[in-house]
Every structure is written in structure tokens, then in C-alpha cells.
């Protein structure tokens, strides 16, 4: 899953398709067809930032930054859109203009969620977050984080269930960096197969997070991430940095645990990465 962040703000590389202090859309579809060309299978189009102390954007905003985006990929790409959002009026107009994925950061918690997410006939992605992304690393507590998670997954696919949605159209996000310690998300990724509730597959995001740049104590201050920012893009100054091999190490070791799908800004070299984790699985069966 690569992802294309419409936003002026995300944590990794918020503004690198905005001109003059507005999205580019011609920019924001290079992007996402040259992560297309580098092997994304899905893409994933967020306008909202979710990122630790992100403020909340209006309905208008967020229609105006994702909608253009997934209209001209729908017509142009052939590729799973997946979208990033908890509002159900973008979750209704997205699935009519060819999204064919909700991923929802808040697990279809928001009024109408939920039954605007039923209505598409689409699947969804349900993450786990403690708080809201304003306030959610200021101090995150857990008695046992992965039963807690497990848990609030659980209601969710109950809720899901009884909205209408069907099981078989589940995927579960534990939700990495969403209100977690070092060593929260340290223990989620060690007992991954634990959240693969009901045999749904799992859905993981490690990525360039803060993750890395605490275990590294590496500066996640002063230049662009590895790899760059799209073509034409402006200056990253004061992004992630140097991210790009551990994330290629998260990636790996979650898949060897059991997730289905990875969420990269890094494309080529994430798929690069999982062809050997699938070459080995390969070799494996012999």
C-alpha cells in the first residue's frame, strides 16, 4: 500500500505536493502513478493529518484535498484506492467516484461512519487508537496493550457485524504510533499473530515513525527522507530522516508475523523487500 498524503502537515512528507499553499493535483497523480510503477498494489489517499498533535480539518477541506485525487486515479490507474478518512460524507462520495478501500483511523467511530461505510458495499480497515491524534502520545497507558487492542478490535468487528457489514470484508490495523510507546508498539509487533481476530488479515503501518527515531536516537529533525521527495517537490527540511533501512526491517518482520498488507511511503524498496520475504516463503514449501 503506498501512500498519498494530500495534506500540508503529515508527520513524513505533509506539503510535498502543494504549490503556492495549495494541492497540486497534477503533482498528487504523478506521485501516486509513480508508486503505481514502483509495485503499490493499493494507494492510500488521506486528507486529514493524523499525525501526534494534528488538529482536526473541516469537512470542506478534506473533500476538496481527496476527491479530485481519487476521481482522476479511478479513471486513469489500475489500482485499489484505498482512502483515508473518518467522515462519512467522504467515505459516500470517495466509494461513488471509484475508491474501492476505507481505511479508517477511527475504526468508523465518527457519527455515521459506520452506516455511511455499510451503504458502499466496500472494505474496511479498522485501526486502534488511544485518543485523538491532538493529544494521543502524551501519555499513553496500558494495563496488557495487546489485549487491550485485541479487545477494542474485537467490539469493532461486532459493530461492524451488526451495521451490516460482513465479516469477510474486515481488515484489522493495530494501529502503530496511535497512542503507543516505544515499547507498546514494540510488544504489538512481537505478538502480531495474536490480533489476526477471526483469521481477518492485518493491515500494518510502521513506515518512517517515530518508532524508528527513538530506538536509533537519531534526530528526526533536518532533511528529506531516504528516497527523496517526489519529483519537484519542494524542500523537506525538518521531516524523518534516514528511516528508510529500519522501516525496510519493520516491513519484513511484520510480514514474517502475519500481516497481509504494509503501508510505505518507500515503494520500491518495501516491495523489493517482501519479494524476498515471498521467495523465501516460496522456497520454503519445497
Known amino acids: 500500500m503506498g501512500i498519498v498524503n494530500t495534506t500540508p502537515d503529515s508527520f513524513s512528507d505533509g506539503g510535498a505536493l502543494y504549490r503556492n499553499g495549495a494541492l497540486d493535483l497534477e503533482q498528487a497523480f504523478a506521485h501516486a502513478r509513480r508508486l503505481c510503477e514502483e509495485g503499490a ?6 486528507g486529514e493529518s493524523t499525525r501526534p498533535g494534528a488538529a482536526p480539518v473541516s469537512l470542506q477541506q478534506e473533500q476538496d484535498r481527496v476527491l479530485p485525487l481519487v476521481e482522476r486515479i479511478a479513471a486513469e490507474l489500475d489500482v485499489i484506492i484505498s482512502v483515508d478518512t473518518s467522515s462519512a460524507a467522504v467515505i459516500r462520495d470517495a466509494a461513488t467516484l471509484g475508491a474501492g ?5 477511527r475504526a468508523l467511530g465518527r457519527d455515521g461512519a459506520l452506516e455511511a461505510a455499510a451503504a458502499t458495499g466496500l472494505p474496511v480497515c479498522l485501526m486502534h487508537m488511544q485518543g485523538q491524534p491532538d493529544t494521543m502520545q502524551a501519555e499513553p497507558l496500558y494495563a496488557d496493550v495487546v489485549a487491550e487492542v485485541r479487545d477494542f478490535l474485537t467490539g469493532r468487528i461486532a459493530a461492524c457485524v451488526g451495521a451490516g457489514i460482513d465479516r469477510q470484508r474486515l481488515l484489522l490495523d493495530p494501529g502503530f504510533g496511535f497512542g503507543k510507546t516505544v515499547a507498546h508498539n514494540l510488544q504489538l509487533l512481537d505478538r502480531l499473530p495474536e490480533l489476526a481476530l477471526e483469521g481477518l488479515p492485518l493491515l500494518v503501518g510502521l513506515s518512517r515513525k517515530s518508532l524508528i527515531g527513538k530506538v536509533l536516537a537519531r534526530d528526526a529533525q533536518g532533511g528529506p527522507p531516504q528516497g527523496g521527495p517526489p519529483q519537484g517537490g519542494p524542500p523537506q527540511g525538518g521531516l524523518p530522516r534516514d528511516r528508510l533501512a529500519a522501516s ?17 511511503h518507500d515503494v520500491a524498496a518495501t516491495v523489493d523487500a517482501l519479494a524476498m520475504c515471498a521467495a523465501m516463503r516460496e522456497w520454503g514449501r519445497h
Request: no cysteine.
Open 248 to 264: 525496510l526491517a519493520l516491513a519484513v518482520l511484520a510480514v514474517e508475523r502475519g500481516a497481509a498488507i504494509v503501508r510505505a
Open 101 to 105: 478501500l476505507i481505511n479508517d483511523v
Open 41 to 46: 498494489a493499493i494507494l492510500d489517499i488521506g
